[in-house]
């Protein structure tokens, strides 16, 4: 079966660029999502297709996918993006996540 | 406002059944793909089912012959039955729209899990 794999934390201090990485198999054949989830609250859809943001989505963040991999990015990272981070994509008529990534803002 | 409700969770022993129901407002039910999504205490998201606007459906083989998805566009609902239930199927089952109408488009183009409810709580244990 199809897999996607990120670190399971990154940390980053305030006002500085935090990275996000999911890879698979050749993943930029693939759209890519991603999702933010805090404790206790419902994940948020904060990058679909690769790179585009829902409405209400800040612009610091942002996506990019090439190579086997997909990065989620936040510029200017905010204490309030401390939180959970899942990539997803399809693969053979099966939604896959990635494992997740704990974002820590210190 | 967009708004998903879930209901049905509880309490259930292993081998039982329980039925999951959600249901929809403030858009279009009957133009989107909708999925169930859940959550195991500590672990992360895993993907249980998707069902398009026209109802035909998908499912993870973790869950494929036991659970069955459903809609009823008239009543904006989603429901998820679970049958022969075990107690790996302890979790958070959210209810999700999608940005489509259809699954599985070509390499998910334009797909993407956009409106989470609050999640129901399935607890299976002896």
């Known amino acids: 079966s199809y897999e996607l794999t990120q670190p399971p934390s990154v940390s980053v201090s305030p006002g500085q660029t935090a990275s996000i990485t999911c890879s698979g198999d050749n993943l930029q054949e693939k759209y890519v999502c991603w999702y933010q989830h805090k404790p206790g609250q419902s994940p948020v859809l904060v990058i679909y297709q690769d790179k585009k943001r829902p409405s209400g989505i800040p612009e610091r963040f942002s996506g990019s996918n090439s190579d086997n991999t997909a990065t989620l990015t936040i510029s200017g990272t905010l204490a309030m993006d401390e939180a959970d981070y899942y990539c997803?994509?399809?693969?053979?008529?099966?939604?896959?996540f990635g494992g997740g990534t704990k974002l820590t803002v210190l | 406002e967009v708004q998903l409700v879930e209901s049905g969770g509880g309490l259930e022993q292993p081998g039982k059944s329980l039925t999951l129901s959600c249901v929809a407002s403030?858009?279009?039910?009957?133009?989107?793909?909708m999925h169930w999504v859940r959550q195991a205490p500590g672990k992360g998201l895993e993907w249980v089912s998707g069902i398009d606007a026209s109802g035909a459906s998908l499912y993870a083989d973790s869950v494929k012959g036991r659970f069955t998805i459903s809609r009823d566009n008239a009543r904006n609902s989603l429901y998820l039955h679970l049958n022969s239930l075990r107690v790996e199927d302890t979790a958070i089952y959210y209810c999700?729209?999608?940005?489509?109408?259809?699954?599985?488009?070509?390499?998910?183009?334009?797909?993407?899990?956009?409106?989470w409810g609050q999640g129901t709580t399935v607890t299976v244990s002896s």
């Open positions: 403030e858009f279009t039910f009957n133009n989107f793909a």
């Open positions: 999700v729209k999608d940005r489509v109408r259809v699954l599985a488009t070509i390499r998910g183009f334009g797909a993407a899990l956009d409106i």
């Open positions: 997803q994509a399809w693969d053979n008529n099966i939604v896959v």
